[in-house]
């Protein structure tokens, strides 16, 4: 199993252009998650989707969207980059937890990709 | 709302020290409590956690307790190793809720 995974690693934007990063995962988990990691900031969660074809908005959520056609991938996109924007972003998966009341599962993180916006 | 506060670092520790990271929280209800570590140039990892009071959580010689009374769940070692050094991330996992809600992590260096 690969896990999850996270393409691109490195990527250098300019103000105004867009990009997307691309999250897959092996391990058939239902949930996954976009977080950013800034400095003396721990990781604040972007948005998230809880099943397929599904998406909800975390706690920093604007300037990105995101799209979960498949299971196994979550989008997250830039459209117009800011320089607020430069960051690690970090992928998340875990698996079903059934009803909302049992216990938080593990999530399983991507090995991150750095953005910088000029 | 939920929230986490774990003790600023960075720390520095010779070898074979004791460790003690401290971690409080704030939530509703009964949450799951997790320590994460982000290795250089790494995402995170889970450590170990636990899901309801007075749990204790271990791995590799890391352990926390979930105390409710004081809501804290702070992370020790008895030992620490060059390969501890790293990033420690305290995170709480909300009843009713699908969001972890985590610390500002705090940076470990150990020293021969």
């Known amino acids: 199993n690969a896990g999850v995974t996270q393409t691109p690693k490195f990527r250098v934007l300019k103000t105004g252009q867009s990009m997307t990063l691309l999250c897959a995962q092996d391990?058939?988990?239902?949930?996954m998650y976009w977080y950013r990691q800034d400095p003396g900031m721990g990781l604040r969660l972007i948005h998230y989707?809880?099943?397929?074809?599904?998406?909800a908005k975390g706690e920093v959520p604007d300037g990105y969207n995101v799209s979960r056609l498949k299971k196994q991938n979550f989008l997250l996109g830039l459209e117009s980059a800011a320089p607020s924007q430069t960051s690690v972003y970090f992928c998340?998966?875990?698996?079903?937890?059934?009803?909302?009341?049992?216990?938080?599962?593990?999530?399983?993180f991507g090995p991150g990709t750095r953005l910088l916006v000029l | 709302g939920n929230s986490v506060t774990q003790m600023e670092g960075p720390v520095t520790l010779s070898e074979e020290a004791f460790l003690t990271i401290n971690c409080t929280y704030t939530?509703?209800?009964?949450?799951?409590l997790f320590w994460y570590v982000q290795y250089p140039g790494e995402g995170l990892q889970l450590l170990l956690k636990?899901?309801?009071?007075?749990d204790k959580g271990s791995n590799k010689g890391f352990e926390a307790t979930y105390r409710k009374e004081t809501t804290s769940f702070h992370l020790e070692k008895g030992s620490v190793q060059v390969s501890d050094s790293a990033v420690y991330f305290c995170?709480?996992?909300?009843?009713?809720?699908?969001?972890?809600?985590f610390g500002k992590g705090t940076k470990l260096s150990v020293i021969p």
């Open positions: 995170a709480l996992g909300g009843a009713g809720s699908y969001q972890l809600t």
């Open positions: 989707s809880v099943g397929e074809g599904t998406t």
């Open positions: 391990m058939n988990h239902e949930y």
């Open positions: 636990a899901t309801k009071a007075d």
């Open positions: 939530a509703t209800g009964y949450p799951s």
């Open positions: 998340a998966s875990s698996p079903d937890r059934g009803r909302l009341t049992t216990p938080q599962e593990t999530q399983y």
